[in-house]
């Protein structure tokens, strides 16, 4: 297995599409890599030049400190599973997966063990004398899946792999692919737009968006420290809430809500310049605590808009002055729908963007 490294890396497309803009970032021996981004945000065209399926505009891209530019997708000794899965029709699923190793020369039986060993994995077992045309999208998916996890590349390269399969296929395909990589130790590049995919498999997280990097870490890093209101609203479900404050000290921020004004502390110290100013307020709907009388000062009165039971916890839509948040609270807490409640945001808990540059101003 390979490392990867890409250093400033463009794509221009023909007609001037700027669909990759200076992008450095590189994959450990072994990791496994997830870029995650809205669609269109350029993260098929960066796995594409790393396959050698387009060609870099600008930049470096080497594996194992090899630089790999002008080599052919063969050269690079990649596999890859695309959204497209492009099976041979005349050919059964059994000979699909068994083909990259058949043109490797492998000998027939050790094929026949291995092919048998990833369709178990993938549930494939039962489809392998059948046709592509004869099997779901979703089957076929998995068949391009198991055909480029059968090598033993130096890469391992997945654009929305998962994409075409239902709900509960997918999360037991996560689980799936993580111990294949992990018994494989196979460095791996995953492409998708699904945060809880990217959060559930990868060891580090690229987010892009608009054809940059916007953050590089593991979950926890872009979890408790987004560096900018992209990242910090892209990861979650319910997404982050965002609401304008007041800072009135480095290390206080407020909100006025009708006359009244609540204040909260912050984590940390933000620059003397950003005092009087205001700013972004982030807090995720998990982390709000709810009051149902109001205790003190520290807490913002919101109107409750509608409640979304989910089991144990529930999703409570409230108004605080003009601005919609979502609230995750315990099915017991009294959350009626036309009920004030009071909302408390604990130091830890409160992230701090900049209006203008969107980016956090609390490390
Ligand atoms: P993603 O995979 O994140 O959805 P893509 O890498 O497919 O994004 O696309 C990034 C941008 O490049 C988009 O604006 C897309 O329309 C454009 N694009 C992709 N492929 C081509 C192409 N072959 N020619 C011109 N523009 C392209
Ligand atoms: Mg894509």
């Known amino acids: 297995m390979s490392r ?19 992008v450095s970032f590189h994959c450990e021996d072994g990791e496994f890599l997830a870029i995650l981004g809205p669609s269109g945000c350029g993260k098929s065209s960066t796995l594409r030049m790393i396959a050698g399926l387009e060609d870099i505009t600008k930049g470096e891209l080497l594996f194992d400190g090899k630089l790999v530019n002008k080599l052919s997708p063969r050269e690079r000794n990649i596999a890859l ?11 059964t699923i059994y000979e699909n997966i068994a083909f990259p190793l058949e043109a490797g020369g492998m000998k027939r ?13 993938l549930d494939l077992t039962d ?4 046709k592509p045309s004869h099997l779901s999208g979703g089957q076929q998916q998995r068949v391009s899946l198991a055909r480029a996890l ?18 509960r296929v997918r999360v037991l395909l996560r689980a799936r692919i993580r111990r294949i990589h992990d018994e494989l130790k196979a460095t791996t590049i ?3 737009h699904d945060q809880e995919e990217a959060v559930s498999l990868a060891d580090r997280i690229i987010v892009m968006h608009l054809g940059e990097i916007q953050q590089t870490g593991t979950v926890d890093e872009l979890w408790n420290h987004p560096k900018n209101i992209f990242v910090a609203g892209f990861l979650g479900e319910p997404a982050m809430n965002f609401l304008e404050t007041k800072i009135e000290k480095p290390t206080q921020i407020s909100l006025t809500t009708g006359e009244k004004k609540a204040t909260f502390e912050l984590r940390g110290k933000v620059d003397e310049k950003y005092v009087g100013c205001e700013a972004i307020l ?16 520290q807490s913002a009165p919101s109107l409750v808009e509608v409640v979304e039971p989910l089991g144990e916890t529930k999703i409570v839509t409230v108004k605080l002055d003009d601005v919609e948040l979502k609230v995750v609270s315990l099915r017991e807490v009294d959350t009626a729908v036309g009920k004030t409640i009071y909302l408390k945001f604990k130091p830890e808990d409160i992230h701090l963007f900049d209006k203008q540059t969107e980016k956090a101003l609390l490390a």
């Open 4 to 22: 990867v490294d890409a250093k400033n890396i463009w794509k221009i497309y023909a007609g001037g599409v700027l669909a990759v803009k200076e």
């Open 190 to 192: 995953y492409v998708t």
């Open 282 to 297: 982030g807090i995720r709907p998990e982390r709000i605590v709810v009051l149902a009388d109001k205790r003190d000062e």
């Open 150 to 167: 059968i090598r033993e590349p130096n890469v391992f390269l997945l654009d929305e792999p998962l994409s075409h399969m239902d709900q």
């Open 81 to 91: 599973a695309f959204e497209t899965y492009a099976l041979y029709a005349p050919l």
């Open 109 to 121: 039986k050790q094929i026949d063990e291995k092919v048998k060993q990833i369709a178990d994995m």
């Open 127 to 130: 489809v392998l004398n059948r």
